[in-house]
């Protein structure tokens, strides 16, 4: 074992004199004026080494895997597992030789996960290390500093007289957590989170927390999330009954008091946890409440800013499209060539996937204002970016389908036996529903635009069910008490590529009629009265927005299957 260098000794004794944690030792360590001997720079660098490393996990799963982010010193080892056997001894002499007890449950820790000497003294000597340096933290002049160190060291050393079996220490680290957890709730200043971790590490400790649990609940009133969080700590100590019934209504009261008394996309978060708690936890009262405050929610009383900008295609755009109805030979042949091809912006751009990072790349959840669950994508969701652009595609498909229908109107000036001539089909559009679906045109060429939304989309519904009828199952049987049903427009849109139909377009399908997340969503908002005025076609107003009635008539000439086509 190497001797240990005295300047270096006392250059780490300085260093370690009212610091709260490793990586402040090391910074003055590294400045410290001392021999210039090899062996003395030899053991610098390993006490370095040893100080700058960082510690995860917690019992026998705890190392210590790299390095803090931003550490100031730079060229040391970043792993436990790049220390040498000469580095080991060096902690191994130190160990023994240091007054500080927070350098040397430092480094009989990490002489432990190493693997270095007997492992029940190492851990002994960490653990008593721990619990002498936590007193010592708690008077250093940096308070809250040294009381959230404080915290972990009794949380290491607990862990480790737990893991090894050594009693006497356990008990003096539940004594120690008791004392300081006391401490902190009777202070007025002292924040949730520390108490949050000595009470996680009591309860570790096999130590009943209940009464901490309450009082932190109580102290902690005016923080709703800390209050939750220490009711919900209290569960996993009462035994189920009427108690366990009690917190859990003080969960969900608690979560409504704050909403009352909140505003904006807080409120709302506030609300859904209510109602989410609320239906797990079975209290049907509570859960209503909270429903009926999320309906009145609507999406400006969120508190955020709606960012627009006007939509205005090229004019050779819109001159191309009129021009590609002019090359039809007939009515019929020209709405046909209003259903553009959308497939370009539907398909996967690989190639793309990490164009314009920032914040369109944000992961975000939907906000259901008409339901109490606020849910978060999968992880394996359409990038919200990529999604964006594809319902701008949409947005400009509109305006070009708009330009194109009014041509049609120009050219052809159809009446309504001749529409109905032109939309009608044996199978899937027969002569009534083609009627039906000729008003929604004419009302249209009339500018009455919200009609002609009402009016076309049951439409589009009905042809893709008679579309996909022979192809794929779109009614499940009755079964006991249980009644059959008929798929709805959202799934035939889903069930369109097992029956022959490009993903693509089941896809620009979803996003403009049913995706209430980040879709047009238009015959929900439309059909479904989820707001409050139909939106009227972007190409017939000022602001030149979204247009969504516009491309209506798009989605109603589906594209021909493949492989064979349709009728």
Same mark, same amino acid.
């Given at each position: ?11 780490l004794?300085? +260093? ?39 510690l ?6 705890q ?6 982010? /931003? ?26 030789a ?42 250093? =002049? ?9 915290? !972990?060291?009794?949380?290491?050393? /607990? ?14 680290? $539940? !004594?120690?957590m008791v004392?300081?957890v006391?401490r ?37 009133a ?14 996993? !100590?009462?035994? =189920? ?30 609300l859904?946890?209510a109602?989410?708690?609320a239906?797990?936890r ?14 009145? $929610? ?8 709606r ?5 205005? =295609? ?10 590609? &109805? ?24 690989a ?10 790349? &944000? ?5 259901? $204002?008409?339901? =109490?669950?606020?849910v978060?994508?999968?992880?394996d969701?359409?990038?919200?970016y990529?999604?964006?652009?594809q ?21 052809f ?14 199978t ?9 679906l +000729?008003?929604?045109?004419r ?17 589009v ?12 199952p779109?009614?499940?049987?009755a ?32 996003l ?6 980040? /879709? ?22 000022s ?11 798009? +989605?109603i ?11």
């Amino acid at each position: 074992m190497p001797q240990v260098e005295p300047s270096v000794l006392g250059a780490l004794m300085e +260093a370690a004199k009212d610091a709260v944690s490793y990586e402040a030792i090391a910074v003055v360590l590294a400045a410290a004026d001392i021999d210039t001997t090899t062996a003395a720079a030899q053991q610098r660098d390993a006490l370095l080494a040893a100080l700058r490393l960082r510690l995860s996990g917690t019992g026998k799963a705890q190392g210590f895997t790299g390095t803090l982010p /931003g550490d100031p010193l730079k060229g040391r080892s970043a792993s436990l597992t790049e220390v040498t056997a000469d580095q080991l001894e060096i902690w191994s002499a130190y160990a023994g030789a240091v007054s500080n007890p927070f350098v040397r449950g430092r480094l009989h820790h990490l002489l432990l996960v190493a693997g270095h000497g007997r492992k029940p003294d190492r851990a002994r000597g960490a653990a008593a290390g721990y619990l002498d340096a936590a007193a010592l933290l708690l008077a250093a =002049p940096e308070r809250v500093s040294g009381l959230l160190r404080a915290t !972990e060291c009794l949380r290491w050393a /607990g862990d480790l007289a737990r893991a090894f079996n050594q009693k006497d220490l356990q008990k003096r680290v $539940t !004594e120690d957590m008791v004392a300081l957890v006391d401490r902190v709730l009777a202070d007025t200043e002292d924040k949730p989170g520390i108490a949050d971790r000595l009470l996680e590490g009591l309860r570790v400790q096999r130590y009943d927390i209940t009464d901490f649990a309450e009082r932190a609940a109580r102290r902690y009133a005016s923080d709703v999330h800390a209050r939750v969080g220490f009711l919900k700590l209290l569960l996993q !100590e009462v035994a =189920p009954g009427p108690r366990r019934t009690d917190i859990d209504t003080q969960i969900v009261s608690a979560l409504l008091d704050a909403a009352d008394a909140d505003t904006g996309f807080r409120r709302h978060d506030l609300l859904t946890r209510a109602a989410t708690e609320a239906r797990d936890r079975g209290l049907s009262e509570l859960r209503a409440r909270a429903e009926m405050a999320l309906q009145q $929610t609507d999406p400006d009383s969120l508190g955020w800013t709606r960012l627009r900008r006007e939509l205005s =295609p090229p004019s050779g755009l819109s001159d191309a499209a009129r021009a590609h &109805i002019d090359a039809a030979v007939d009515l019929r042949d020209a709405l046909w060539r209003t259903a553009h091809d959308v497939h370009p912006a539907m398909r996967e751009q690989a190639g793309d996937a990490h164009v314009l990072e920032g914040l369109l790349r &944000i992961p975000r959840t939907r906000i259901n $204002t008409a339901g =109490p669950v606020q849910v978060t994508p999968s992880v394996d969701a359409d990038d919200n970016y990529a999604v964006a652009l594809q319902v701008l595609a949409m947005d400009f498909l509109g305006h070009l389908t708009a330009d194109q229908l009014d041509r049609i109107q120009e050219r052809f000036v159809p009446d309504e036996a001749e529409l109905i001539t032109a939309l009608a089909h044996e199978t899937v559009l027969p002569g009534p529903r083609a009627r039906t679906l +000729a008003h929604a045109f004419r009302y249209f060429w009339l500018g009455e635009f919200d009609a002609a939304a009402c009016v076309a989309l049951p439409q589009v519904e009905q042809i893709l069910r008679q579309l996909l009828r022979p192809r794929v199952p779109i009614v499940s049987v009755a079964k006991g008490h249980t009644p059959g049903t008929v798929d709805q427009l959202g799934g035939l849109i889903r069930s369109m590529p097992a029956a022959g139909y490009p993903a693509d377009w089941s896809r620009a399908l979803e996003l403009l009629l049913v995706d209430p997340d980040r /879709g047009m969503n238009l015959r929900n908002n439309v059909c479904h009265g989820l707001i409050d005025t139909p939106p009227s076609t972007a190409s017939r107003s000022s602001s030149r927005q979204r247009c969504t009635c516009s491309a209506t008539p798009t +989605a109603i000439e589906l594209p021909r299957p493949s492989p064979s086509p349709a009728p």
